[in-house]
């Protein structure tokens, strides 16, 4: 199957600072790609809609100037989460759809643990 | 506004038993849906996808039945095993089809 893998694991950072977070479909070419928060016991919720070659679409109540989102290339996104604070510490993952294959199905990323201090 | 919900926060039952999930949902009528397994810590991985015209799906030990009357998807794990124990996801593409909402998972234990 489809892989997607997520850079780093895991990050720890203090209050103010920003970090970035790389998604890659290593064998096929996502031109949409999705981010995703996770709160501990909670489910997957939608943050944004990455689209190749223009700007993402950002859910209601997600601050797109605070989650900024890049999708340069066929197979590469990132999320740069800026001024990080300890609300943000979650469990961020993307996923990229494959259009190609038979059941139209997303495939995510490991996913990253961000700890704001 | 459309709402997906699965019944079970969690479900534990006793290894060779078989384990049904419920997932159901207002409000729209989805073209497919499907089914994901997370364990703790990693990204989901898709398991089943079932189309609206379709009654029931299989794979391997997993069976995925669709009834678009009463708007509910189960989800059956049969000759469950200690390692089926993980969290299991519905998930539906919303009325454009451009991205899927994912339900709030029950959390599936089997114990030896």
Redesign the interface.
């Known amino acids: 199957?489809a892989v997607?893998s997520?850079h780093p694991s895991w990050v720890i950072c203090k209050s103010g600072t920003s970090v970035k977070i790389e998604c890659r479909s290593l064998d096929f070419q996502a031109t949409t790609m999705?981010w995703y928060r996770q709160f501990p016991k909670?489910?997957?919720m939608?943050m944004a809609?990455s689209n190749e070659g223009s700007k993402a679409t950002y859910e209601q109540g997600v601050e797109k100037d605070k989650f900024l989102i890049n999708h340069a290339s066929l197979t590469l996104s990132t999320l740069t989460v800026t001024s990080a604070h300890p609300e943000d510490s979650s469990?961020y993952?993307c996923?990229a759809r494959d259009f190609g294959g038979q059941?139209?199905?997303?495939?995510?990323?490991?996913?990253t643990?961000l700890t704001v201090l | 506004s459309q709402k997906i919900e699965q019944n079970s926060e969690a479900l534990n039952i006793q290894e060779g038993k078989t384990a049904t999930l419920t997932c159901n949902y207002t409000n729209y009528s989805p073209a497919y849906l499907q089914w994901y397994r997370q364990d703790p810590g990693r990204g989901p991985v898709f398991l089943l996808l079932i189309r609206e015209n379709e009654k029931e799906k299989r794979k391997e030990r997993l069976k995925v039945t669709f009834d678009t009357t009463l708007k509910q998807s189960l989800f059956h794990i049969t000759a469950s095993q200690p390692a089926d124990s993980a969290t299991y996801l519905c998930a539906l593409p919303t009325s454009s089809a451009s991205k899927i909402i994912f339900g709030s998972g029950t959390r599936l234990s089997i114990r030896p």
Request: charged content about 10%.
């Open positions: 199957g997607v997520q999705f909670q489910s997957l939608l809609t469990f993952i996923s059941y139209n199905e997303q495939f995510f990323g490991p996913g643990r």
